[in-house]
């Protein structure tokens, strides 16, 4: 299995620092039986780890809100404690799932590849009100031409 990491920041270059958002993101592709995009944001100042994972075929994932290209879908969302190690390993499972978001991600894979070399995010995952006290009620997630490499 291959993985594929990128990162961004508040450098002013992309829609995430246009709403001032001091976190992190990064992209991951995985490469499997199924194909996966992992979108995460790191928070230092709030100390959290929210990722998206996008899933190819579609039918892998389920009705989640945030609109995907075709034939992909959200596979899962959450929020971890802890942005130190974030996303280290690709296959982290968040502390917190999120059970609906909105908004959307967007990427052109064109052949031969198998995966975006970039991703666009702009969503929100929203957590339920029984969630720990760390958790927020949402979070909101933008950054455009997010690298995958």
Excluded: H, K
Excluded at 9 to 29: K, L, P, V
Excluded at 31 to 47: K, P
């Amino acid at each position: 299995m291959a993985m594929l990491v990128a990162c961004g920041d508040d450098d002013g270059n992309s829609a995430a620092d246009a709403f001032n958002d001091q976190a992190t993101y990064r992209a991951i592709g995985l490469i499997g039986a199924l194909d996966r995009v992992v979108i995460g944001r790191v928070d230092a100042a709030t100390d959290t780890c929210t990722i998206i994972r996008v899933v190819y075929p579609a039918g892998a994932g389920g009705s989640f809100g945030i609109a995907t290209p075709a034939d992909w879908g959200i596979e899962m969302a959450g929020v971890s404690q802890g942005a130190s190690g974030c996303l280290a390993d690709a296959s982290t499972i968040p502390d917190i799932m999120s059970p609906s978001g909105s908004g959307s991600i967007s990427f052109v894979v064109s052949p031969p590849d198998i995966y975006p070399t970039s991703v666009s995010i702009d969503a929100t995952v929203v957590f339920d009100t029984g969630a720990p006290a760390w958790v927020p009620a949402s979070i909101v997630l933008r950054a455009d031409d997010l690298a995958v490499e």
